[in-house]
Nanobody
């Protein structure tokens, strides 16, 4: 059974940084697309970034490009999202998601992923 566990959320002032982590287990991680999504109250779940655990190629939403960096550690079966220059608009619950590869370049919608973590809250104050 696939299991994804996020950690590392918290509160920070605008302009600050946070790193959230996702620990994965229970499937063939090395050939997966791992994504980060976020959802604020009353809003739809929004894609943030995706990484291919096999190639390391990354994809970003325009709203976070240049500020966020997704990375993976295949030895630890972990994926990270480094968030810099945070804005109040980044306040959301952040979710880790996984789906079998290799077409990670088109895995930009919640429906493209079949496994989800429980989420970790990120709050950015102005």
């Amino acid at each position: 059974q696939v299991r994804l566990v996020e950690s590392g959320g918290g509160s920070v002032q605008a302009g600050g940084s946070l790193r959230v982590s996702c620990a994965a287990s229970g499937y063939t991680y090395v050939r997966a697309c791992m994504g980060w999504f976020r959802q604020a109250p009353g809003k739809e779940r929004e894609w943030v970034a995706t990484i291919s655990t096999g190639t390391g190629i990354t994809y970003y939403a325009d709203s976070v490009k240049g500020r966020f960096t997704i990375s993976r550690d295949n030895a630890l079966n972990a994926v990270y999202l480094q968030m810099n220059n945070l804005e109040p608009e980044d306040t959301s619950m952040y979710y880790c998601a996984a789906t079998p590869g290799p077409a990670c370049w088109r895995a930009g919608s919640p429906g493209d992923y079949n496994s989800w973590g429980q989420g970790t809250q990120v709050t950015v104050s102005s």
